[in-house]
Each structure stands twice: as structure tokens, then as C-alpha cells.
């Protein structure tokens, strides 16, 4: 049984801007789009969050795997963003759920101790990976 990795790849890289297009002559209406015309085919990624695998963590403290969780054989990777502000993390949410709160909440108190260099404040993202093997 390994511990949780907190080296997980990124989520899918940010969706191409939506084209810029003219405005119709006056008097005349344009088609409305379908449903799901024109949508990313990958998530929007919000802007200034910064990927953890291209930043110096100082200190990285690992999940401990819950004991009910592993008696339960729940797995999943929790995704989490860090506020961070002068390298400490000043807060930590969940942006995608493992599917366990259990898990999720591990992801957060190991996160919360988590450093990084004196000079990063941003918004950090961090997939955390529990799986039982």
C-alpha cells in the first residue's frame, strides 16, 4: 500500500479563447448558436492558477490515507486549489471532490503545511492521488 502521490499530472491545459467575431450589419439577426456549439472541448482552467509540478515546494507533507478509508477501499484524486501568499498557504479548497470527504479532507490538512518559496503568491493547484494498491 503506497502512500497518497502528490506528484499527479496537471489537470488538461486551459481552453483556446472563443474567437472573435464581427457584429451582423444593423437589421439583421444572426442564427442562434446550437446547444454545445462553440464549447471547450477541454475545462476552463481560471486564470493566474499556477501548476504545482512547475514550483519549488519547500516543504511537501504527505496525506496520511484515513484508516476508515482504506478499511473502505475508497480511492480517487482530490484536486485542490492553495491560496497562497508569501510561499505559506494561507487557504485550501477543494476544486474537484475525490468522490470521499474523507479523502478530500486528508488532501486539505496535509496542503495547509505545505511551503513554497518566499516569492509566490498566487493560486496554486494540487492533485492529490489515494489509491490502494
Known amino acids: 500500500m503506497h502512500p497518497?502521490?502528490?506528484?499527479?499530472?496537471?489537470?488538461?491545459?486551459?481552453?483556446?479563447?472563443?474567437?472573435?467575431?464581427?457584429?451582423?450589419?444593423?437589421?439583421?439577426?444572426?442564427?442562434?448558436?446550437?446547444?454545445g456549439a462553440g464549447e471547450p472541448l477541454l475545462p476552463a482552467v481560471p486564470e493566474g492558477v499556477l501548476d504545482v509540478q512547475t514550483l519549488e515546494v519547500l516543504r511537501r507533507v504527505d496525506?496520511?490515507?484515513?484508516?476508515?478509508?482504506?478499511?473502505?477501499?475508497?480511492?480517487?484524486?482530490?484536486?485542490?486549489?492553495?491560496?497562497?501568499?508569501k510561499g505559506k498557504v494561507q487557504e485550501v479548497t477543494v476544486e474537484k471532490s475525490s468522490g470521499f470527504p474523507r479523502l478530500d479532507e486528508a488532501a486539505a490538512a496535509a496542503l495547509r503545511r505545505w511551503l513554497f518559496s518566499p516569492s509566490l503568491t498566487g493560486q496554486v493547484r494540487v492533485p492529490v492521488v489515494f489509491r490502494l494498491e
Do not use: I
Not at 64 to 85: D, F, H, I, N, Q
Open 4 to 35: 497518497p502521490d502528490t506528484t499527479a499530472p496537471a489537470m488538461p491545459g486551459r481552453a483556446a479563447p472563443p474567437e472573435q467575431v464581427a457584429p451582423a450589419p444593423a437589421g439583421t439577426s444572426t442564427p442562434e448558436p446550437k446547444p
Open 63 to 85: 496525506p496520511a490515507y484515513p484508516p476508515s478509508s482504506r478499511k473502505r477501499g475508497e480511492e480517487g484524486t482530490a484536486v485542490l486549489l492553495l491560496s497562497v501568499t
